[in-house]
């Protein structure tokens, strides 16, 4: 007889509801069996995915759990609520990654199909997806080597950031204010559109990203989604254009970043990011004395927190 290890898990969620449904977790020896149960069906449940995906792969598995008082499995409309703020936010931190950060407009296709993921699997018994490169073939390095000399993909860089901003949501404020300031307005709109989603439906994410360059966890549980969307509400920002002298002396053009020393008052360097206008001028002044005219953004918190983030305009001799 051949082995299936679907029908392995449809007789382990047997077991598993007639072991709960006959009370079996109100005694020691039955709270053993259960346990036992739920760690076959886990190694079950990896071994035949495994065999279905590249373990060079890039991968996303997400797990969504949701408050007792809610029931079980979730409505449609809050698994869209969730899924489309999540790629939204992808895509709005790839464009910060590679360009310019925006408020509004259409991101380009290009990077929007860099960070598409499609539902590869959704695992039997959960609320737990594995996502997947949407257009496998735009995953390839940013460069040959990046900016951290590892020619990572913009999806892995982007979902890096993701994971560092809900990491630090239980930290310092100020750092998380540099992350949301860094990730630009249009990603933080988008991930105040996914942590309302959690907080109103009472759903905790967990991520765990996989990909050739090692493997990223993070999560988002309701209450600390709760306390994220707060700082989001709380930010404010503030644009102006400053004009400042001084000598371009860093760039990365796969980037689109800008090192500019300032000449007055001790020498400062501020690092940014470079508008498509702005490029050839990058490489035509890099090293030399030139005028900036930077457009400055600052974010801020009402408790006195701020972070200023810099895209260059146009450089003049």
């Not at 079996?24 to 995906?53: K, P």
């Not at 990203?209 to 993070?218: D, E, I, K, N």
């Not at 796969?254 to 007055?264: C, G, K, P």
């Not at 001028?281 to 927190?305: I, M, Y």
Request: net charge negative.
């Amino acid at each position: 007889m051949t082995y299936s290890a679907m029908d392995e898990l449809r007789q382990l969620d047997s077991l598993l509801s007639a072991a709960e449904a006959e009370g079996a977790e109100n005694y020691a020896g039955g709270r053993l069996m259960i346990t036992g149960l739920r760690q076959r069906r886990a190694r079950v449940l990896t071994e035949h995915l495994e065999a279905y995906f590249d373990p060079a792969g890039e991968l996303l598995d997400l797990g969504l759990t949701r408050a007792p008082t809610r029931g079980t499995g979730g409505e449609i409309g809050v698994l869209a609520g969730i899924l489309a703020p999540l790629q939204d936010s992808l895509a709005s931190l790839a464009q910060g990654i590679i360009g310019r950060t925006t408020a509004r407009g259409q991101i380009p296709g290009t990077i929007q199909e860099s960070v598409a993921l499609r539902v590869a699997a959704a695992l039997p018994g959960s609320l737990s997806l594995r996502l997947v490169p949407a257009v496998p073939e735009s995953q390839e390095p940013l460069s040959d080597a990046d900016a951290d000399g590892d020619g990572r993909s913009l999806l892995d860089l982007s979902l890096e950031r993701l994971i560092a901003i809900v990491s630090q949501t239980t930290e310092s404020r100020e750092v998380l204010l540099g992350l949301i300031a860094d990730a630009g307005p249009r990603a933080a709109s988008h991930l105040h559109a996914l942590t309302k989603v959690l907080v109103d439906n009472q759903v905790s994410i967990d991520m765990h990203w996989r990909s050739p360059r090692g493997s990223l966890h993070g999560g988002l549980s309701t209450r600390v989604a709760g306390v994220l969307r707060e700082v989001l509400e709380d930010v404010s920002d503030e644009t102006r254009e400053r004009v400042m002298t001084g000598r371009i002396v860093g760039a990365n053009l796969v980037r689109s970043t800008f090192d500019l020393q300032i000449a007055e008052p001790d020498g400062t360097v501020i690092t940014g990011k470079v508008h498509d206008d702005a490029l050839e001028d990058l490489e035509l002044f890099f090293g030399e004395q030139c005028t900036a005219t930077v457009e400055v953004r600052e974010s801020s918190l009402r408790s006195g927190e701020t972070k200023e983030t810099y895209t260059l305009l146009r450089l003049d001799g």
